[in-house]
Nanobody, 122 residues
Framework: QVQLVESGGGLVQAGGSLRLSCAASGRTFSNYAMGWFRQAPGKEREFVCAISSSGGRTIVSDSAKGRFTISRDNAKNTVYLQMNSLKPEDTAVYYC???????????????WGQGTQVTVPS
């Protein structure tokens, strides 16, 4: 089992920044690729970005490209999502997830955190 706990969400004005963290415990963190997903009310869960187990590869969605950066610290069992230039449409619950594969498809991720709310008022 892998337990994931997100933190760092909150309310931020448009154009502002937030850094989300996801702390992992349980199995060997460095074996897992990590992803960030988000879900807005009434919408399906959406891929944001992912990072390989070593941190050497990343995938970023079009909506996040140029604004969001994913990183990880395997020594701290933590993955981060730095979000800049936030927009109202970024408002959602953000989830981190772990997978032994690598990609943008939610069903490939076997472990999920409880989510953290990010709100960007219009």
């Amino acid at each position: 089992q892998v337990q994931l706990v997100e933190s760092g969400g909150g309310l931020v004005q448009a154009g502002g920044s937030l850094r989300l963290s996801c702390a992992a415990s349980g199995r060997t963190f460095s074996n897992y690729a990590m992803g960030w997903f988000r879900q807005a009310p009434g919408k399906e869960r959406e891929f944001v970005c992912a990072i390989s187990s070593s941190g050497g590869r990343t995938i970023v969605s079009d909506s996040a490209k140029g604004r969001f950066t994913i990183s990880r610290d395997n020594a701290k069992n933590t993955v981060y999502l730095q979000m800049n230039s936030l927009k109202p449409e970024d408002t959602a619950v953000y989830y981190c997830a772990a997978t032994l594969s690598f990609g943008s498809t939610p069903r490939f991720y076997g472990y999920w955190g409880q989510g953290t709310q990010v709100t960007v008022p219009s």
